[in-house]
């Protein structure tokens, strides 16, 4: 069984502004973008800088350290196919370099968890093209 | 050109709303035109006269709805718009209607929104249907729609300013204390700070009573010139001011560098709405806020002006919001007390405005009402449009 088959739940579409950030978590590394034109950082990825406009933007390796900015357990789903991991964490995360990014908590109680919960990158293997990244307590 | 008392509202009018169980044979064109019909009779002005329609369908149809309404109601209006940004469209609309009004396009506008409430768990969007952003880096950590939203928000609010749980139930206590005295209401039991601390929790935060509870039903109202409204049935309601601002996309809390989880854009929607009316918040003798959400009503208190930053469940907790307290909030018990028909709900706080104004509002009337804030908040907070009312122009 591929793993496409196993995993059930939605999937991002790999678009050719995001290809990058894809290619990357799949080598378990965690980037943003940044312009070339005005320094800016922004995450999620786009076609052109949101601060300039500038169009010249390079993949810059983050940290991947960052605090719970804020959470929630989720214990009612809206998608059928994430009903296996209830309750689980659904979580903003600020990283160190500024970034914030909406992603899970994992390897935690979910009642354990608290804003400001110190935290680092780790990567679900999906599917063989998407690794997702999570975060666990440092 | 300032917006400042060129229109008014002279007529509105709703469906008997209802829950999603007892909708079997209600349509959204149905509530729509039935609303539509109510307001115009409000307003004692004859359907052709009508020669601008603001019209939100229900969130499975795209944004044709104004001209398939026009189609069935046979309406020619030369003004069409439909807003569709959430529960910001609503006043949004009226501000369009207000400046194409002024601009000459048109001179009376019929505005109207409304839905049939499906049993069952609330449609998903933010899975199926959301821009590719959301799609790709948001729903694929599974969100739960509006409701961990708004968790978001309620959670990062508790941890920046300390708040307790007290100030959140009593949002829900005011509108359900409300709710109970109004007659087109669904949750009309009063309860308790107690009460609401025990009902279920559904999204950490939000407990279920925090949590709108969608329902049938249909609004509408009729905006004109100010000089037209010299010469109608109801004591004109003037368009004294209004603002709208956004800071993020539509759902996703966590995106936008620069936005405040817990300063939202009422902060300028709602200077703008003052500065054009030349008014303060202290002038205001009430406010009728968009509240599918407790958390809602604390940071629009707060950023219109009511009280300090950070202060607003403390604030809440120790003011009496009742139609004759101090500060009177959602005294038709808001959506947390009647019930949320998505597109309706939109223009509900305008319309308890209107009622207000025009000393309508029965055994909930505040008393000597001249000046009162509509709100409305779209997309988890990321855009507000605040209006602001009176029934003379100061
Ligand atoms: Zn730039």
Redesign the pocket.
């Known amino acids: 069984m591929s793993f496409q088959a196993a995993y059930q739940k939605p999937l991002p579409q790999i678009l050719p502004e995001t290809a990058g950030f894809w290619e990357a978590t799949r080598r378990h590394e965690l980037v943003v973008q940044q ?1 070339a ?4 950082r922004q995450y999620f990825p786009r076609l052109l ?1 949101h ?4 169009d010249d933007l390079a993949w810059a390796p983050v940290s991947g350290q960052g605090v719970v900015y804020s959470f929630t357990i989720i214990r009612q789903v809206l998608h059928a196919s994430f009903a296996p991991d209830v309750p689980y964490v659904y979580a903003i995360v600020e990283l160190a370099e500024g970034v914030r990014l909406i992603a899970n908590v994992v390897g935690i109680a979910p009642e354990q968890v608290r804003v400001g919960l110190p935290v680092k990158v780790v990567f679900a293997e999906v599917t063989p093209e998407v690794s997702l990244p999570q975060f666990e307590p440092v | 050109m300032s917006l400042r008392g060129g229109s008014a509202i002279i007529g509105y009018g709703e469906t008997v709303f209802a829950k999603a169980k007892h909708s079997a044979g209600r349509s959204p064109l149905g509530e729509q035109c039935t609303a539509a019909r109510l307001a115009l009779a409000d307003a004692g002005i004859a359907k052709d006269e009508v020669d601008g329609l603001v019209a939100i369908g229900p969130l499975d149809h795209g944004p044709s709805w104004s001209m398939d309404l026009a189609e069935y109601l046979q309406l020619r209006p030369s003004f069409l718009d439909t807003p569709y940004f959430g529960g910001a469209a609503g006043n949004a609309g009226i501000l369009h209607a207000a400046a194409a009004i002024q601009a000459g396009l048109c001179r009376t506008v019929l505005l109207v929104g409304g839905s049939v409430s499906q049993p069952g768990p609330p449609a998903p969007h933010g899975v199926e249907d959301s821009v590719s952003f959301e799609r790709d880096f948001d729903t694929i950590f599974g969100p739960m729609g509006d409701n961990s939203a708004y968790a978001l928000i309620k959670r990062r609010y508790q941890h920046e300013f300390g708040a307790g749980e007290e100030g959140f139930a009593q949002v829900v206590v005011n509108a359900r204390r409300h709710a109970a005295r109004f007659a087109n209401a669904l949750l009309t039991t009063p309860v308790t700070v107690e009460d609401v601390l025990n009902s279920r929790m559904i999204c950490d935060p939000l407990r279920m009573f925090e949590i709108v509870m969608p329902c049938t039903g249909a609004a509408a109202l009729v905006l004109t010139s100010a000089e037209r409204a010299r010469d109608v049935r109801q004591r004109p309601v003037y368009l004294l001011g209004g603002g709208q601002a956004i800071d993020r996309g539509m759902w996703t809390p966590a995106y936008g560098r620069e936005a405040s989880l817990t300063t939202s854009p009422i902060k300028r929607s709602a200077a703008s709405a003052f500065a054009m009316a030349g008014l303060t918040a202290a002038d205001l003798d009430f406010l009728q806020l968009y509240d599918c959400y407790t958390i809602t009503v604390i940071v629009a208190l707060e950023d219109v002006g009511c009280c300090a930053k950070g202060e607003g469940a403390e604030f809440v907790a120790r003011t009496d919001l009742s139609s004759t307290g101090t500060l009177p909030v959602n005294t038709d018990g808001g959506q947390l007390g009647r019930g949320q028909p998505y597109g309706a709900c939109h223009f509900l706080p305008v319309i308890e405005a209107s009622r207000q104004l025009m000393g309508r509002a029965g055994a909930l009337q505040v008393a000597d009402a001249r000046f009162g804030l509509a709100n409305g908040n779209g997309g988890a907070m990321a855009n507000q449009c605040t209006l602001i009312l009176g029934n003379e122009i100061p």
């Open positions: 312009c034109a005005c320094g800016q800088c601060r300039c406009l500038s």
